[in-house]
């Protein structure tokens, strides 16, 4: 078996035999080469010498190399980057693999963004606007930026202004990668490009601007979201990604365990109440919130929706969006959707007190109530309701349960082995489930996943249902700690549990339950 360790892997899928004996190898393709090294050394010298930039550490370049005894490639590299080159011993098929995979993506988009003169915030707009034009070579890039994005499934699109570069992130299952340095000019035809767009201020600098665009691309159809707000370096924009062929998940496609998804059902089946999900931003809380909706009866019943943004659009389904310069908040479309003789409401978010009194009212007079709130977890919820000004009693009449959830990634079933985790990642798993065990899937890093041994998330969830134990102490003013308790008691699987049952399973790894889920319980 083979053990995982927070420094390089040398762990290689390379023949052995490329290298020379003894030497220990870098698995060079769980890298991830820095924008900066790359630019050092163009492709044609990386192929020449079967090389490949990793990063750049003070004034010294650590390169892998399938011969690092290589002098003259060594003093080659060292005069092109003006650099002492540290070489790292890696197999040649995988420096060739990562060549391909690191240069070939984005080689033309810093090309394209190389004949783009400076253009300072302060240039006039007119000038701005040509170079963002669609015919520009900033128009073509961008197109090139986003149809990478979509290839490596990425959700959203981070274009950061800094000191002396652009950097473009992916944010890729749940986690940024740097992907491409630009050249700092091209900074403000870039932006304004996405502001035209979004049908966005190109002239205005200073305050947050928010768009909205779609792209054909790959064979898909993109909805993107596009969010600017002006940083000490100049403004920054984030692309939200949707694939609107998706369309909304299953119930079963959310990954709850078959017990949890069975109380969850249960609850969705109320002809009354309030079923709330909670969870950070980025949690999956949206997703839940419409894979309930779709597995409604929208023909016998009247479902309206009430949201910012609306993400996907569903058959039969009556769905408003916000807009709060018409004056339409979550608030007074709620007042207005109870006289629309509605049978289920789903509000996108409770954020203030009015929403939360006219939402928890709706759910007291008929109407089945499906809403988040920003919440750590489930008992959280139910403080954070007496935090927006809705009394205890009417919590306890009027919401049925509550969903705490987070995402975590799923290992690459095409490269999963077994490992042997750190003690930390052992301990934590003994601690929730009482069980010893110190090997488990982990994705070694393939295509498939781009190096990262994880392909996709699935959900981990904890489940309340608010009964008549539970309302006697919230009635009562008991602790979160003595209601969390009590719910463990009736049968309630913790957040934390729920995620150590899919690393036992395989799903996920301990280290994503540590990173993302593991609260202390």
Do not use: W
Not at 140 to 145: E, M, S
Not at 335 to 345: A, G, N, Q, Y
Not at 416 to 426: D, R
Not at 432 to 442: M, Y
């Amino acid at each position: 078996m083979s053990k995982r360790s927070k420094d390089m892997p040398v762990e290689s899928t390379a023949d052995a035999g490329e290298l020379l004996p003894g030497m220990p190898r870098l698995n060079v393709l769980r890298q991830t080469p820095t924008p900066e090294a790359l630019q050092l050394i163009p492709e044609s010298l990386a192929r020449k010498y079967n090389a490949i930039p990793l990063a750049i550490v003070d004034n010294t370049l650590q390169v892998a190399m399938a011969n690092p005894d290589d002098v003259l490639a060594i003093e080659a590299l060292a005069a092109r980057t003006k650099k002492r080159i540290e070489p790292v011993p890696a197999a040649a098929a995988d420096i060739r693999e990562a060549i391909d995979f690191n240069y070939t993506a984005f080689a033309e988009i810093a090309n394209r963004f190389s004949s783009v003169g400076t253009t300072p915030e302060t240039t006039a707009p007119e000038v701005i606007t040509a170079e963002a034009a669609d015919d520009s070579p900033v128009a073509h890039a961008l197109n090139l930026v986003i149809e990478e994005a979509v290839k490596a499934r990425a959700s959203d699109i981070h274009i950061e202004p800094e000191v002396d570069r652009l950097r473009v992130r992916y944010r890729i299952d749940g986690t940024l990668h740097d992907v491409i340095s630009l050249p700092l000019g091209a900074h403000a035809a870039l932006v304004s490009r996405i502001k035209i767009l979004g049908g966005m201020n190109i002239a205005d600098h200073r305050r947050p601007q928010d768009g909205q665009f779609s792209v054909e691309t790959v064979g898909k159809d993109i909805d993107i979201r596009v969010a600017t707000i002006s940083t000490v370096h100049g403004e920054m924009a984030v692309l939200r990604l949707l694939d609107k062929s998706l369309g909304a998940l299953s119930l079963s496609q959310l990954g709850f365990l078959p017990e949890s998804r069975e109380r969850f059902e249960q609850m969705l089946m109320a002809p009354y109440g309030m079923v709330l999900i909670s969870g950070p931003t980025g949690a999956g809380k949206t997703t839940t919130l419409y894979a309930a909706i779709n597995s409604l009866d929208n023909v016998s019943r009247n479902i309206i929706t009430i949201e910012d943004p609306v993400e996907y659009r569903f058959a039969g389904v009556n769905q408003i969006q916000i807009n709060p310069r018409a004056g339409l908040t979550f608030a007074t479309g709620l007042r207005s959707i109870v006289r629309l003789d509605p049978d289920v409401i789903l509000v996108g978010e409770i954020r203030d007190s009015e929403t939360a009194q006219i939402a928890i009212q709706s759910a007291l007079t008929g109407h089945l109530v499906l809403s988040s709130v920003h919440a750590n977890d489930t008992v959280g919820v139910l403080f954070r309701l007496i935090d927006l000004g809705v009394e205890p009693f009417l919590i306890c009449s009027g919401v049925i349960g509550i969903v705490a959830q987070r995402m975590v990634r799923r290992v690459c079933p095409y490269c999963a082995h077994s490992v042997t985790v750190p003690l930390v990642e052992q301990i934590a798993y003994n601690r929730v489930t009482g069980e010893e065990r110190s090997e488990f899937l982990c994705g070694d890093g393939c295509k498939a996943c781009v190096y990262t041994g994880y392909l996709g998330r699935t959900g981990v969830f904890e489940m309340l249902m608010v009964t008549d134990g539970i309302r006697r102490l919230l009635l009562s003013g008991a602790s979160a700690a003595e209601i969390r308790a009590q719910a463990i008691g009736e049968g309630m699987v913790t957040l934390v549990r729920d995620s150590m049952l899919k690393a036992k399973a395989g799903t996920t790894t301990p280290y994503e339950v540590l990173r993302n889920a593991y609260l202390g319980d």
